[in-house]
T-cell receptor
Framework: AQKVTQAQTEISVVEKEDVTLDCVYE???????LFWYKQPPSGELVFLIR??????QNEISGRYSWNFQKSTSSFNFTITASQVVDSAVYFC????????????FGKGTSLLVTP | DTAVSQTPKYLVTQMGNDKSIKCEQN?????MYWYKQDSKKFLKIMFS???????INETVPNRFSPKSPDKAHLNLHINSLELGDSAVYFC??????????????FGDGTRLSIL
């Protein structure tokens, strides 16, 4: 069963639009960790953010912000004023003790930002 | 200075051959991982080692054998390569055995193509 669901397979926006990437997770652990990674066309995986299950504070880093809501098991990612360089595949991932803390990835959301 | 380095970056070989992919990290981490990314971009954990000991061994054909000569290296050997093994293989490392709260740092990936 898929533990991390990224329902949006592909999103296309025009530059300067805001875009939200959805992530819903499933776990029985009380302590777990959530991550977002970016995979640009060049193929490398770039760490963006980590959140633990006890910290529901939202976070903002420049044009990026994350909304963690335990009540809905969601960890959504918003890019404000998107840029062409934001075009990439974005992965949400769950790390839990039950799976030895390996990253359990969602299927990714491919974001295309056009000029 | 590359933190997690994999060699080779590209590997093209015939079905039935045996090949190895090497991974080294200079971050001083004690946990290393191998992930497989298929043609649909889905990332899945294969193995994890902590201080040279196997801690995660997912359902992977036994043609795949990881080897960790020391905690800075985790190599992946694949016997009798099959067409379905074509994928991008990512090595990663993190600090701590229960490393759920630490981000995993990924290598640039090895693109394996089976002819």
């Amino acid at each position: 069963a898929q533990k991390v669901t990224q329902a949006q397979t592909e999103i296309s926006v025009v530059e300067k639009e805001d875009v939200t990437l959805d992530c819903v997770y499933e776990t029985r652990d009380t302590t777990y960790y959530l991550f977002w990674y970016k995979q640009p066309p060049s193929g490398e995986l770039v760490f963006l953010i980590r959140r633990n299950s006890f910290d529901e504070q939202n976070e903002i880093s420049g044009r990026y912000s994350w909304n963690f809501q335990k009540s809905t098991s969601s960890f959504n990612f918003t890019i404000t004023a998107s840029q062409v360089v934001d075009s990439a595949v974005y992965f949400c991932a769950l790390s839990e003790e039950l799976s030895g803390y390996a990253l359990n990835f969602g299927k990714g959301t491919s974001l295309l930002v056009t000029p | 200075d590359t933190a997690v380095s994999q060699t080779p970056k590209y590997l093209v070989t015939q079905m039935g051959n045996d090949k190895s992919i090497k991974c080294e990290q200079n971050l001083g981490h004690d946990t290393m991982y191998w992930y497989k990314q298929d043609s649909k971009k889905f990332l899945k954990i294969m193995f994890s080692y902590n201080n040279k000991e196997l801690i995660i061994n997912e359902t992977v054909p036994n043609r795949f054998s990881p080897k960790s000569p020391d905690k800075a290296h985790l190599n992946l050997h694949i016997n009798s390569l099959e067409l379905g093994d074509s994928a991008v293989y990512f090595c990663a490392s993190s600090q701590g055995a229960g490393a759920g709260n630490q981000p995993q740092h990924f290598g640039d990936g090895t693109r394996l193509s089976i002819l």
